[in-house]
């Protein structure tokens, strides 16, 4: 029998409309109860063999989930290993990620997914789900066998960055999905018109003479997804949106009862493509950094729920990868020890999103889109807790990173709001300034 | 622009140790009365060293692009140009105002015509040079760029010379490099030498670039020379126009100050010169106008088009030129044309920004000591 007490955090738990000054107790790795803040003059509370957590000044929270994390492992452990890119989950405040498909092999069948779920359980840090290939090899030709991968463990499909462009290809996909009640989550981005871009089609793009992947790219991609969702009754999840045609075409759908959803990254919230005239590869991602009004869109449809989760996308790339010239330069940003951070400046100190709405959007929503119980503080819960100081004022230091990779365009800015707890069955799985090995 | 840019320290004439200084602007009518007096190549050069006109502002460490520098400093490179170009008669006399200077062209992209102009420039004004010319991608070679850069640096090298088919590869070369990095055309991005000659030479014809309108003609989407003619003829007070079909003018940019036209035609009347762009197959994806005789008939320079031009119409080509894709080749060969004037300024505004950076360098290396 273990207890612990989170002691009088401000506890925000949005699945169940909770945002105020409690105690959270935990029974056994699980939720045991909120209740209001108790004194040790309780009588009738038995303080014997429980664990005080003080977490006064703190936010206490579910922890968060990502709907999409490149854990690079097997085939690119230059990059990240399944150990470290969970350890930098936790240390980001994830308890529960999805691992992207992007492997080499591509998980494209069922032991592949299986080895993930075993280097996960080996890793021991945060919960790992694998997302299964869409298509055999990613390549957008044959479907892989999903319903092998399904009893694999695979919680949705994604062909990563390689977006199934054969709508032929990708209505099957969502047909034979539906059976299984699984998300596809698509990179919508139309090939033909993104090969070779490196940067937004706008000013920016012109004046630095970079080629440009215009947002009509991934607008056209988002219609089409949209518009097989429809025609299948599949459920397709868009990874990445990036621009304003697309939300508003999402927020459309939604209101139509057509089941799309969509998260969208920190960086894209808040950078733009005006920091490209660095050249400084750390800014290539994929979809680009865009322009102000872009910006704009991403912020609004975040708030009206139109975006539901936001993904770090994480894609740790190793140091020599991004030492070269912009062109040959791989995309992606190390993001998810950063996240926080990143949101809270993007969407927090701006008024934009109250903590309520930006944990929700970390929590329920990427939880909606796997179909998992996780992200609340409910009773009976596994006890997935992340404790943040939203007043902590810190500099990003890559070099302390968790991740195997430091491909961070944040290193040595200043932000507000750290992760300083994570837990995941009750117990705690990361603390800031304690080093735990990896296992 | 720090203050001591201002007055700057003359270049160290090496061997006689040769110092001056000089404040104000070299009085260039002064010193043409002058060249008649002077007669032995010895005192040509001792007069030239005591009067570079280079106390205009300057104070860049690299030359990257035009879009950072001020109309002064633009102004001041002309300037030393067109001092160049009187005091070594066009730039045939050889000075040594870069004497122990190691200047490294290194070209991952071919320019036979580049590379050799920056060789002759700094020849001319005495340094040494080293011509390194790789395959196109770092990675080809299993050694990064910055990897070949340092190492080319470590063999005692002051300025490095780099062309790459990669925008921003220059500026990447100067956070890497102690060496000062001059940019001989980053891929699309822009090419300041080019810029800046170009700009030398309609200065040079018409003895002003304010007022004018100058039409940038062909593929304007991949070109860098288009980019810093563009920086450069704005900021000097020009009018631009850039015209070619719509598929190779890219997006907003108008927002350079610059005005759309698609019929060059049309806008003929206006222009007081054009400046015809290398239509840049290789760089181009997939096709991007139906075929080269519509390409030549909508935005070729032909003797018609010449004879509704503007009398003095001023004809410029960055080459290498296709003939009878761009312009035809009466137009290339005739009065209007200032294409192989270009290429011989191309050497005295390199001169000048070689020396500038020198001079910047050895002011900062002053500074340390």
Known sequence: MSRKLIRGGRVIDPANGIDAIADVW???????????VREESDADIDWRDTEIINASGKIVCPGFIDTHVSLREPGYEEDESTATGTAAALAGGFTTIAAQSDTCPVVDNRSAAEFIRLQAERARNCRVYPLGAVTKESKGEELAEIGQLVQGGAIGFSDAKSPVANSEVMRRALEYTRMFNRPILHFAMVPELSEGGVIH?????????????????QD??????????????????????????????????????????????PHHLLLTDEVMDSFDTMYKCNPPLRSAEHVQALIAGLKDGTLSAITADHQPLAFEKKQVELDIAPFGICGIETLLPVCVKALIEPGHLTWSELISRLTVGPAAVLGLKHGTLSTGQPADVTVIDPEEQWTVKASEFRSRSRNTPFDGKVFTGRVVMTLVDGEIRYQKGVSVPCS | ????????????????????????????????????????????????????PVSGPWGERHLLGLERLSAEQLTTVLDLAEHYDRATFGGTQRLDVLKGVVVANLFFENSTRTRTSFSLAARRLGADTVDFTASSSSLSKGETFIDTALTIEAMGVDMVVCRHRTPGAPHLLARHLKASVLN???????????????????????????????????????SRVARSNIHGLVKLGARVIVCGPATLIPSDITRMGVEIAYSLDDILPEVDCVN????????????????IPEYANLFGMNGDRIRRGKSDLLVLAPGPINRGVELTPDVADGPHSLILNQVSNGLLVRMACLTLLTQERRRLQGGEA
């Open chain 1, 201 to 217: 089609e706008g000013f920016q793009a012109t004046r630095l003479g970079l080629r440009g992947i215009p947002a009509a790219a």
């Open chain 2, 1 to 52: 622009m720090s203050p001591a840019a201002k007055t700057l320290p003359l270049l160290r004439k090496s061997g006689q140790q040769v110092r001056g200084e000089l404040n104000g602007i070299a009085d260039a009518d002064r010193f043409a009365l002058e060249a008649g007096k002077w007669q032995s190549r010895a005192k040509w050069r001792l007069m030239v060293l005591n009067n570079l």
């Open chain 2, 276 to 291: 015809l762009l290398r239509v840049q197959f290789e760089r181009q994806r997939g096709a991007f106008f139906p075929s």
């Open chain 2, 184 to 222: 001989a055309g980053d891929g699309t991005h822009e090419h300041p030498t080019q810029g800046l000659l170009d700009i030398y030479t309609i200065r040079k014809a018409r003895g002003r670039i304010s007022g004018l309108t100058v039409a940038l003609v062909g593929d304007i989407r991949h």
């Open chain 1, 220 to 265: 056209i991609m988002t219609g089409r997804d949209i518009a097989l969702a429809e025609l299948t009754g599949g459920r397709v999840h868009l990874m990445c949106v990036t621009t304003a045609d697309s939300v508003e075409r999402i927020r459309r759908a939604q209101a139509a009862g057509i089941a799309v959803t969509a998260d969208v990254t």
């Open chain 1, 26 to 36: 935990i029974q056994d790795g699980g939720i045991d109860a909120i209740t209001s």
